[in-house]
């Protein structure tokens, strides 16, 4: 069992970062793939990048490649995301997931999530 709580959202002008945190509870958690995603109002459930249970790998959406960077420690049961160069149109609710499958884009087949965390971009 893995329980996550993401942190780190909040209101930032376009062209400003953020780093969103994940912090994952249970033994298990750097035998998992980490995913992040994130949902705009109105629109489905987007996949926003992963990360191998071991770090070694991630994989992104093209619409984030080259701003954001996920990344994360296993000594500290953490994931990271990232932000740079922030657009409006990345204003969503993001979410952080567990999955044994790396990389997985598929949002309906993760294992366990987060509760979300509301990332407001402003113009």
């Known amino acids: 069992q893995v329980q996550l709580v993401e942190s780190g959202g909040g209101l930032v002008q376009a062209g400003g970062s953020l780093r969103l945190s994940c912090a994952a509870s249970g033994r298990t958690f750097s035998s998992y793939a980490m995913g992040w995603f994130r949902q705009a109002p109105g629109k489905e459930r987007e996949f926003v990048g992963a990360i191998r249970w071991s770090g070694g790998s991630t994989y992104y959406a093209d619409s984030v490649k080259g701003r954001f960077t996920i990344s994360r420690d296993n000594a500290k049961n953490t994931v990271y995301l990232q932000m740079n160069s922030l657009k409006p149109e990345d204003t969503a609710v993001y979410y952080c997931?567990?999955?044994?499958?790396?990389?997985?884009?598929?949002?309906?087949?993760?294992?366990?999530w987060g509760q979300g965390t509301q990332v407001t971009v402003s113009s």
């Open positions: 997931a567990a999955d044994r499958i790396f990389p997985n884009r598929g949002w309906g087949s993760y294992d366990y």
